[in-house]
């Protein structure tokens, strides 16, 4: 290997830093503008593939870059669950910069070089949150991920952009400070350090109301996860242009949310301490409430990315879920749901984002019979759609699969209930869509009119192919990922 795995680690994180200074150098020139960018992203997907392997053979490697203070520093370590979001955030990166070049050429955006380099610090921000090695690492690139997108969610500059930016770091900015960073203050004075320890940094602290109290700090303050009822900056974000709407949703911003969860909970306060003080139950039924209720609400939209981002509120409750019921069934059944998600999330986005573009539509009640004029766009619609409702052959199935089975295990009959009741809404809100684009005839050709087939530019056709393919073949590769996640426990 020609690099160290601690070289690794730091180019990964500090790649999209070097492209965010290099793109403004060649604004009056796109084609080499997007060509670094794609270099860049082909980088950090590379370093992540080589990374897999020796973390799944159990090394951890940890860089250690600045002591600000002591029990302080800027520190980054490998291990498995930041693994699986690195290599899911590098992956999709990548092919949301392909799909960016489509549409923002398609639209005549401006600003597009602002754009990319905004890209690209929100991507170095994304790699700093997957390689943490302690909190205080962790607060940092949180925070700089919500200071880096904010120009993404403004990025239209009109007045309903800027409302919804301000929304946006009034409730992110303000959950953070307010609860997250005291959250990481007690954690410190009681467990007497910052870094991420295997079974907890609070383990054999049996008070349960001081538990239940933390763990409310920390899921509330966390925002970026979008639980009820810390998650209108969400649907309001949708505002932005669709390559912001899918990097919010599936590459970064909302998955650095439910990562960062599922960290706390295993690395601060350990399966054993939050299950056997029984601090985990409140959050078990607010997650449920989430989630049904956003697939609820999800149901009544009419706008296609509103109704995909009450969607995703409601698939990153899964993930709570998960992390809330403390096994490690049901961690693995987290990080599976990241993945899953992420990928049949992203190909929802791009495909509104192509239908936009080529049909000019947002509504759901005008894509009646879109199918016929954009059949590889709907198709793809429909793959997403098979693997966020978690059926085959879509690797969504795995991890609904897993959560529910490690539900029961843990004698959670209603939370298993529940899960069934959120896959048959997921059904109600996203195939009636698919029906009548296919099943449906355009107006056009009931009038006689040949129908004629526009789909997007091939940039947005070759992103959402591929990000539909990646829900199949996850679905045959799950069992690596799976294997993966499983190192988290090793040890133990």
């Known amino acids: 290997m020609p690099f160290s795995l601690e070289t690794l680690i730091l180019i990964a994180i500090c790649a999209p830093l070097i492209c ?72 999709l990166w990548l092919a949301n910069s392909v799909y960016s070049i489509g549409y923002m050429r398609a639209h005549h955006e401006p600003r597009q070089t602002t754009f990319y380099v905004s890209f690209a610090l929100a991507f170095s921000a994304t790699m700093g949150v997957a390689f943490a090695e302690n909190l205080f690492t962790l607060f940092l690139c949180y925070e700089a991920l919500t200071l880096s997108t904010f120009p993404l969610v403004t990025h239209n500059r009109d007045a309903a952009a800027m409302r919804s930016g301000r929304l946006y770091l009034l409730l992110l900015l303000g ?67 669709t390559p912001v709407s899918a990097f919010l949703h599936a590459v970064a911003v909302v998955k650095a949310g439910v990562f960062a969860i599922v960290k706390v909970v295993v690395y ?20 449920c409430l989430s989630l049904l209720l956003a697939s609820s609400i999800a149901l009544m939209q009419q706008n296609l990315k509103a109704r995909l981002a009450y969607s995703t509120i409601s698939q990153l409750a899964y993930v709570v879920i998960g992390a809330a019921l403390a096994t490690s069934a049901s961690v693995v059944g987290s990080g599976l749901q990241i993945a899953m998600h992420a990928a049949g999330k992203i190909t929802l986005f791009f495909c509104a984002g192509a239908i936009q573009i080529a049909a000019h539509k947002t509504e759901i009640g005008d894509m009646i019979g879109l199918g016929r004029k954009m059949p590889i766009t709907m198709c793809a619609f429909f793959i997403g759609s098979l693997s966020i409702i978690g059926l085959p052959p879509t690797g969504g199935m795995w991890s609904k699969w897993t959560l529910m089975l490690s539900a029961m295990d843990a004698g959670y009959l209603i939370v298993a209930g529940v ?24 107006p056009q050709a009931e009038a006689g009119v040949a129908v004629k087939i526009e789909e997007a530019p091939l940039p947005c056709l070759i992103a959402l192919c591929f990000t539909a393919a990646l829900t199949i073949v996850l679905f045959f590769q799950a069992g690596r990922l799976e294997m993966l996640l499983e190192q988290i426990f090793a040890a133990a």
């Open 419 to 442: 899960l069934m009741i959120s896959s048959l809404l997921s059904v109600a809100y996203l195939i009636p869509i698919v029906a009548r684009a296919f099943f449906l005839p355009l």
């Open 20 to 91: 965010a200074c290099l793109l403004p150098l060649f604004q009056g020139q796109p084609n080499i503008r997007e060509s670094v960018t794609l270099i860049t992203g082909l980088i950090v997907s590379a370093v992540a593939f080589t990374l897999f392997a020796p973390v799944v053979a159990g090394e951890r490697p940890e860089v250690h870059l600045l002591s600000v203070a002591p029990g302080l520093s800027l520190s980054f370590k490998l291990e498995p669950l930041g693994m699986l979001f690195a290599l899911v955030a590098s992956i």
């Open 268 to 287: 601060v306060f350990g399966l054993e301490t939050l299950a056997g003080t029984g601090a985990n139950e409140w959050l078990i039924f607010v997650a």
């Open 175 to 241: 959950t953070s400070m307010g609860f997250f960073l005291p959250a990481i203050i007690a954690t410190w004075l009681i467990g007497g350090t910052l870094s991420f320890i295997e079974g907890g940094i609070l383990a054999g602290i049996a008070d349960p109301l001081l538990i239940a109290g933390l763990l409310a700090l920390y899921v509330f303050g966390i925002g970026k996860a979008a639980l009820m009822p810390v998650h209108f900056w969400l649907p309001a974000a949708m505002v932005a242009p």
